[in-house]
């Protein structure tokens, strides 16, 4: 298990950008993945984006050209850079870790039953 705290929400404008922090404490980080999911007001929790220890990263097919996960392995901290915001981007984001040894294909780095450790979340506000 590891430990995730969130930070970086916000009020921004519609075509706006924000960054979300995810510092990560904990052993063996090297063989998570790491990722971003969101849920809506009244909506089911989302996947956002991933990254996996090699590199390789996963984004949602709403968010993808607009947001940028990158993870900083010497200060364990994961970020999610947001760009061209949009109202519907409007949810609480929630970092997540799952032990990659767990997954196996690509869809695996998006389903949210892979992964055991979550943050508290973060409230992210659009404004049209």
């Known amino acids: 298990q590891v430990q995730l705290v969130e930070s970086g929400g916000g009020l921004v404008q519609a075509g706006g950008s924000l960054r979300l922090s995810c510092v990560v404490s904990?052993?063996?980080?090297?063989?998570?993945?790491m990722a971003w999911f969101r849920q809506a007001p009244g909506k089911g929790r989302e996947f956002v984006a991933a990254h996996r220890w090699i590199g390789r990263t996963y984004y949602a097919d709403s968010v993808k050209g607009r947001f940028t996960i990158s993870r900083d392995n010497a200060v364990s901290t994961v970020y999610l850079q947001m760009n061209s915001l949009k109202p519907e981007d409007t949810a609480v984001y929630y970092c997540a870790a799952g032990q990659e040894l767990k997954m196996s294909g690509s869809s695996a780095y998006t389903d949210a039953d892979n992964f055991g450790s979550w943050g508290q979340g973060t409230q992210v506000t659009v404004s049209s």
């Open positions: 904990g052993r063996y980080l090297s063989t998570y993945v």
